[in-house]
């Protein structure tokens, strides 16, 4: 099942902040993602089913920063004056149409460029979660989406690693090498 639905615009405000993630004022999402970007708050979240397979979704064409490019479940930003408690459960929702609990993992810094287009410049809070229920995407953020196995997405990665957006392959990475035994069910 999809959905069409609005849930950000250009003009949204995103929480800029310093390299320690300290609120330092606020500006229009368009104008953080043009050239180099400015650095502001962000979230990804990773969510596996009941056998341990990450939900992945493929952004949508109408995105201006790596459309179609496969990534994790879900990434956002919070809204100025939200909790990130709050922002990813409403992104969850938005963006793929369930609630499941997510569970805070790390946060990190990056930046990555997409030509001359734009770039990410975040500190990225990553969050996890487990659900097996229905999905409803909403197809202006996804173009598709699909549950893939540990080593499905490895082999992937290995062998086309250009069809996956940065923080992903960033964020997997670590998640992979120091999160698996929090994250994954019991062998």
């Not at 400015?38 to 949508?60: C, G, M, P, T, Y």
């Not at 202006?140 to 069809?163: H, K, M, S, T």
């Not at 992903?168 to 990475?173: G, L, P, R, S, Y």
Request: with cysteine; charged share 25%.
């Amino acid at each position: 099942m999809a959905r069409r639905e609005d849930v950000s615009s250009p003009d949204e405000e995103l929480i800029l902040v310093d390299e320690l993630d300290r609120e330092i004022g606020r500006r229009a999402k368009g104008e953080c993602h043009q050239g180099n970007g400015v650095l502001h708050r962000a979230f990804s979240i990773f969510v596996f089913n009941d056998n341990d397979e990450l939900l992945l979704q493929k952004r949508s064409a109408q995105k201006p920063l790596w459309p179609g490019y496969w990534s994790n479940t879900c990434c956002s930003h919070p809204r100025a004056g939200e909790s990130m408690e709050v922002a990813v459960v409403r992104r969850l929702r938005q963006e793929l149409g369930f609630e499941c609990p997510l569970t805070f993992l790390y946060k990190f810094k990056y930046h990555a460029k997409y030509g001359a287009v734009g770039a990410e410049h975040e500190y990225c809070w990553v969050y996890h979660g487990r659900y097996s229920g229905a999905v409803n995407v909403n197809v202006n953020e996804i173009a598709d989406w699909r549950f893939v196995g540990i080593g499905a997405l490895e082999a992937e990665l290995e062998a086309n690693p250009e069809q996956f957006t940065p923080w992903f392959k960033m964020e997997w990475a670590e998640i992979s090498h120091n999160y698996f035994d929090r994250i994954l069910s019991p062998a």
